[in-house]
């Protein structure tokens, strides 16, 4: 198989930086796995890898997604956050979009634009982090602190100390 070079696999990637980070330590652990898992697959649509590896990547992308956007919508419910109706719209049509895309994918890989998908997906969660995560994050932390209890389930949900 070949290798693509680095360089040119950095400038499409998304690069982490601490500009992403919302300041909700359990969901910024969330984004950071999300955008290594979207950086996989622009890795495995560059190099053609076989569909299959392909079609588990993306599984594991909306697996991440759902228990992601699930546990966000789970914060902004517990803090009445004013927006979570159009922020959970965001989420649900963004998973009804991908939810598709997979289908398609898993049905005729060939057929399907992977990389198009890829490139969305990318610029979607770029901008919904810096967006909508960073406005919800501000207007919770400002108000009031996240609640221990609440935090406690969401490492549990997490899996993580
Ligand atoms: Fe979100």
Redesign the pocket.
């Known amino acids: 198989m070949t290798k693509t070079n680095t360089k040119t696999n950095t400038e499409t990637s998304i690069v982490w930086s601490d500009d992403f980070l919302i300041g909700i330590e359990e969901l910024d652990y969330e984004h950071r796995r999300l955008v290594d898992d979207i950086n996989k697959l622009h890795q495995q649509l560059l190099e053609n890898d076989d569909a299959d590896r392909v079609s588990g990547t993306l599984g594991s992308i909306h697996a991440r997604m759902q228990a992601h956007?699930a546990l966000?919508e789970h914060v902004m419910q517990a803090h009445e956050y004013p927006h979570y109706r159009e922020?959970k719209e965001?989420?649900d049509r963004l998973l009804d979009d991908y939810t598709e895309h997979m289908s398609r994918f898993a049905a005729d890989p060939a057929s399907e634009d992977s990389r198009a998908l890829e490139a969305t997906l990318r610029q979607w969660t770029i901008e919904?982090i810096l967006g909508?995560?960073k406005k919800?994050s501000q207007m919770i932390t400002d108000d009031k602190q996240i609640h221990p209890n609440l935090l406690n389930r969401m490492k549990t949900m997490l899996d993580i100390d």
């Open positions: 956007f966000e922020h965001e989420h919904h909508s995560d919800m």
